[in-house]
């Protein structure tokens, strides 16, 4: 049998879950997961991700609907997502990208109270027999070490006007 480790896991199993939003929350804003700051949006690691380099754009602004967003959020949401598959691109080199937004707890909405856009870079063969069998996903590259590969990306092309 092989063993699969996943150490960050148990720090949410055993953890104290924080009340309120952890998107507005300092204990998840303030560890090395942002790696983009923007005018009011920023870009997040997921912290459990669905593969390697899956990250987050994300409004400052505690809101749940996506028609409460101003048009600043709106137009910086899209530079972001722009931003983001470009860094992605260079640093990563998927072969493809799903980018969504869950709204709702009905559509599987973790996190329905902050509203969120998932920028989950894809390859040919990435999901296999692990998450069809097995529920099970395999996250091949430390979080860390993708995160300190696309900051400097995001330095290079992210632009506020």
């Known amino acids: 049998m092989d063993t699969i480790f996943a150490p960050w896991r148990m720090e949410y199993i ?62 910086e949401i899209f530079a972001l997502l722009d931003t983001t598959v470009r860094v992605l691109k260079e640093a990563m080199n998927p072969d493809g990208f799903n980018i969504g937004m869950n709204i709702g707890k009905a559509a599987g909405a973790g996190i329905e109270e902050h509203i969120h856009v998932h920028v989950i870079p894809r390859w040919e063969g990435d999901t296999n027999f692990m998450s069809a069998v097995n529920n099970i996903r395999i996250i091949p590259e430390d979080m860390h070490k993708t995160a300190t590969k696309l900051a400097p990306l995001f330095q290079k092309y992210h632009r506020e006007d």
């Open 14 to 75: 055993k953890g104290e879950k924080p009340e309120g939003c952890v998107f507005c929350k300092c204990s998840i804003r303030c560890d090395d997961y942002v790696i983009c700051e923007g005018k009011s949006c920023f870009v997040m690691m997921n912290r459990y991700p669905y593969v390697s380099g899956h990250l987050m754009i994300i409004p400052v602004r505690h809101i749940g609907n996506i028609e409460d967003l101003t048009s600043e959020e709106r137009s």
